[in-house]
């Protein structure tokens, strides 16, 4: 369903009253509950469904109210893929929720984040302007790339409407393997020895001294992997929870035991979600953008998008 | 209406103060920095788009980021206008002078700082040249994806700004994609840190792509890749376009990602071969290059199903490079293809377009009859794996009224690309040569927004102005005269 001038005009109405609003998604995200006392909420469950879709061209167009999972079965029907792994929390994302958190999951290190998949959008700013990004070509440089500035913008500059994003062939095969490694130092040079020798690495992750390796491809390769790499085999339902924020890590806690995904660039604990070199968000409040560095720019750029403020949060006000 | 200058069609540049400026720079910069004399400014008059020419006001060499700073707080103290260079390999006017500008050029900031084999990343200074990190990291089995044609000579820091694309992007992304961190100096001389890992809204990919317009890049950490152990590079004929365009979209249909697949017509595919002897089918219509990589089993399986696919295409011959001195060959007539193709008359304009793929045939054909109507050749030579086209308009400069022409198809060309779906600019740039088509791929709001953004880096507006986004008058003039047209 399209609500996309139902939107604009709520935003436009907000700017004119001086009202704030929180934008929502499905409201999975487990600090969504919190949010109702920041601003009034814009919800964009019910604007969904996919606008244009050609496998040949390796994109797809999709209301960004759309849930996730909905989106990858129809990609999968056309033997495809989205070419980014978002996290899908309660199994209820919305794609928009996904590209405003910004956050990339365990094939990220192999084949991109979600970054790397946003081809254009469009959006509404704080002033109620309809505008559009960015397009369905993979290469576009005309004019400056706001497409991949919402990303991880958590709702701050505006909000999503539609997305293209990159799409790519589902891989023949996954499989998965289990090998045990005395720290998270030695289990990365391994995996940087099997990158080498090409194999189709699409997960690599370390948790109380197992690394756990996610391979995908062709069966020949995965074969010739397997034979060298000689882990034990496991499910590869593993990753699928890991990526619903199912893994027991999350509801029992670990006491201070770590998982490192993506090679080591992520970081979890039971409470909280690292990336490189960036600040620990906390899982159960969410990105505090008043923590992200370059503060003083990043004003400028929300003032920028939201001169009256109509996203900006109320403690922040 | 020309894309070049006007008053009374793009904002004023400040007026400066030039013997103030000189003496102020002499005391931050060593003498052998600064460059003063029209003799010394002629080499830095225009990029490689060389239509449009501009002497700045001074030319600066910095060697050290310190220098960089001290210069852009010393212009900013006086009001002036900076635009940065890179090697000058451009084809947009991006990097094209201000007459009442400093021009900041890289090329004394060339070092490769570190490289970090095990986390795969370089730090790089802006003026380090492409191809030079592939070179500065191969004993480690590693390589940089990125590599524009240009590669030999353009600079990172160039490539930061344009988000520059390259041969193998089908595969490996764009710059943004390739980058990890940058560092930039401010128009208020001070440094700002993005990164990949920031919380928050994408700083650094806006950053990637701005054309100089947000700050000036002085040390860049970028992506490195493994080299992959098995390359097959394919030379494909066809002897009709149209054949090998629709052999484009059945290969990535068929669910084959080539690592790159370019296409060269007739026109192009010859003087190349004459250019490099690059072993090309001189009477073929059209060929496709294709290389795929990755592990050699998935290369082998890759290769028999892209076979199949280019013969039910209607391939007339498939070679494949038999060794890396013969990939290097049919790589280095591609490479080659600009130069190439230039010699054939003085001057030449490259377009950018790009599209989605399954209307490459439509557009070749405009591109064609076009050509014929305006009486200037057209060759193409181009990224067909993402519908980036680069057509290139030939036309003799001493001919009276063959320089307007050329413009005036390019644009139309411009025109098309948006109208099938696709953009004005695929890598290039928008610089000051697309700045009248920026009025037709995005509307009034939009331009707006762009604008907020460039204060919300560049409060004042003196990095680079007049670049990139066309001002309101300029909007309104050029989308009356493509409405007039259309009548
Ligand atoms: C024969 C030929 C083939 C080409 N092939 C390709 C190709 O395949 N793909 C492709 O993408 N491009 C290609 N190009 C275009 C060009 O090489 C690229 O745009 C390249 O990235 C420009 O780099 P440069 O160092 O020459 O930059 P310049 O031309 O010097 O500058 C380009 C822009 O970058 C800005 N800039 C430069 N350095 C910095 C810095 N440190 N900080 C901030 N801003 C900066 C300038 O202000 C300007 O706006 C080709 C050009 C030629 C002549």
């Known amino acids: 369903m399209d609500s996309s001038n139902s939107i604009i005009d709520q935003v436009r109405a907000a700017a004119a009253s001086g009202q704030r609003l929180v934008v929502r998604g499905a409201g999975s995200k487990p600090w969504m509950a919190m949010s109702a006392d920041r601003g009034q909420g814009l919800s964009l469950s019910s604007h ?74 469009r959006m509404v700013n704080g002033q109620g302007d309809d505008l559009r990004f960015g397009g369905q070509v993979m290469k576009n440089v005309a ?30 095969q996954e499989i998965s393997l289990i090998l045990s490694y005395p720290d998270l130092e030695s289990s990365q040079a391994a995996v940087r020895t099997w990158i080498q020798q090409g194999y189709p690495l699409s997960g690599a992750s370390f948790s109380e001294g197992n690394l756990r390796l996610r391979l995908s491809g062709p069966g020949a390769v995965l074969d010739a992997a397997a034979a060298d790499i000689r882990g034990d085999a496991e499910d590869t339902h593993w990753w699928s929870a ?48 008043a923590k992200a560095p370059n503060r003083a720019l990043l004003t400028r750029v929300e003032q920028a998008f939201d001169p009256a403020g109509v996203f900006r949060p109320a403690e922040a006000a | 209406m020309t894309a070049n200058f006007d008053q009374g069609l793009d904002d004023a540049l400040p007026a400066v103060d030039r013997q103030a400026l000189l003496a102020a720079l002499e005391d931050v910069l060593p003498a052998d920095a600064l460059l003063t004399e029209p003799e010394q400014l002629r080499p830095y008059e225009c990029d490689a788009l060389p239509t449009v020419r501009t002497l700045p006001l001074l ?17 900013a103290g006086l009001g002036v206008p900076i635009v940065t260079r890179g090697a000058g390999t451009g084809l947009s006017c991006g990097a094209t002078p201000v007459e009442t500008g400093v021009l900041l050029v890289t090329s004394r900031l060339d070092a490769v700082l570190s490289v970090d084999v095990e986390a795969r990343l370089a730090r790089v200074q802006p003026g380090v040249r492409n ?16 590599d524009p044609s240009s590669q030999l000579a353009c600079s990172i820091g160039g490539n930061v700004a344009e988000n520059a694309g390259g041969v193998h992007c089908l595969k490996y992304g764009l710059t943004v994609n390739n980058v990890h961190a940058v560092t930039v100096v401010t128009m208020d001389g001070e440094l700002l840190e993005l990164s990949v890992d920031d919380l928050g809204p994408d700083l650094l990919a806006a950053f990637i792509g701005s054309e100089g317009l947000f700050g000036i890049a002085v040390e860049i950490t970028v992506k490195l890749l493994a080299t992959p152990p098995a390359v097959e590079t394919l030379l ?17 249909a068929e669910g084959i990602i080539p690592a790159g697949m370019e296409m060269m017509d007739r026109m192009a595919l010859r003087a190349a071969e004459d250019f490099a002897q690059a072993g090309y089918p001189r009477d073929a219509a059209a060929i496709l290059l294709v290389e ?40 280095k007539g591609r490479k080659s293809a600009f130069p190439a193709v230039a010699k054939l008359l003085p001057d030449y ?50 001919d009276p009224g063959a320089l307007e022409k050329s413009e005036r198809l390019g644009a139309e060309i411009l025109e098309k690309c948006i109208e099938l779906g696709g953009t004005i600019t695929g890598e290039h740039g928008v610089g000051r040569e697309k700045i009248n088509q920026m009025a037709v791929q995005f509307s009034d709001a939009e331009l707006d927004q762009f604008r907020r953004l460039k204060r919300a880096f560049d409060p004042r507006g003196l990095l680079n102005p007049g670049k990139t986004i066309p001002t309101l008058k300029r909007c309104q003039e050029y989308r009356s005269i493509v409405k007039d047209r259309a009548h």
């Open chain 1, 242 to 289: 890991l990526r619903r924020l199912e893994h027991p890590l999350f509801h029992h806690g670990w006491g201070d035991e770590k998982l490192f995904d993506c090679n080591g660039e992520v970081c979890w604990t039971a409470h909280s979600r690292r990336r490189g070199d960036g600040a620990p968000v906390s899982l159960a409040s969410g990105p505090d953008l």
């Open chain 2, 236 to 252: 494909v004929a066809f002897d009709r376009m149209a054949d090998c365009s629709r052999a484009v979209s059945a290969t990535i």
């Open chain 1, 48 to 121: 969904n469904g996919i606008l244009q879709y050609d496998p040949a061209e390796l994109v797809v167009v999709v209301r960004a109210g759309t849930p996730v999972m909905e989106l990858e079965a129809a990609l999968a029907e056309r033997g495809q893929m989205l070419a980014m792994e978002v996290p899908d929390f309660n199994g209820g994302s919305t794609i928009g929720g996904a590209v405003a958190l910004g956050w990339s999951g365990s094939r990220s290190a192999f084949a991109g984040g979600v970054r790397d998949s946003v081809l254009g959008l």
């Open chain 1, 143 to 172: 004019g400056f790339d706001v497409s991949r500035l919402m990303v991880g913008s958590c709702g701050r500059l505006g909000v999503i409407l539609e997305l293209s994003l990159k799409v790519v062939p589902r891989p023949q």
């Open chain 2, 349 to 398: 304009y490259c377009m950018d377009g790009t599209i989605p793929r399954a209307a490459i045939g439509e557009v070749l054909d405009y591109i064609c009859a076009r050509s014929e109507v305006y009486g200037l050749p057209v060759a193409n030579v181009f990224h067909a794996g993402d519908g980036n086209l680069h057509p290139l308009i030939l036309f003799d400069a001493n």
């Open chain 2, 59 to 75: 030319t600066v060499l910095p060697e050290t980021v310190a220098e960089v700073q001290a210069v852009v707080k010393t212009c």
């Open chain 2, 131 to 146: 191809l030079a990190v592939s070179d500065a990291v191969a004993t480690h089995g590693l390589f940089y994806a990125p």
């Open chain 2, 292 to 331: 795929l990589d990755g592990h050699a089993a998935s290369v082998a399986a890759e290769r028999e199903a892209l076979e199949q696919v280019m013969r039910q295409a209607g391939a007339t011959s498939i070679r494949c490079a038999l060794d890396d001195e013969e990939r290097a060959l049919f790589w």
